[in-house]
């Protein structure tokens, strides 16, 4: 019975540890910075931040398409494309040997 009460009061700890971080002062701080900041490039560095998309020029760019990302899984020889061409799956079928 200790330990189960142990356990549910780690649980709370670990659930409270998130709100003792948003209303911690400094991340206050750095909220109401976030706000104030002026500058276009400014914003549009925070604006791909919280939307989480970084854009980084010098990788190669991936196949966004649906027929492009086929393309690249087909080109790759982790699937056995030839036993799924037209050629086999329409082969003529020998009668079984009746003897």
Do not use: M, Y
């Not at 670990?14 to 500058?39: C, G, W």
């Amino acid at each position: 019975r200790q330990f189960v009460s142990h356990l549910k009061s780690n649980k709370n700890r670990q659930r409270h540890a998130l709100d003792d971080f948003i209303t911690f002062p400094r991340t206050q701080h750095l909220a109401e910075k976030a706000q104030k900041l002026s500058s276009p490039a400014e914003k549009g560095l925070r604006n791909t931040a919280s939307a989480g998309k970084f854009k980084i020029s010098h990788r190669r760019p991936t196949p966004q398409t649906k027929s492009e990302i086929s393309e690249k899984a087909r080109s790759s020889f982790l699937f056995p494309h030839h036993l799924l061409q037209p050629s086999n799956i329409t082969a003529s079928f020998e009668p079984w040997p009746t003897d």
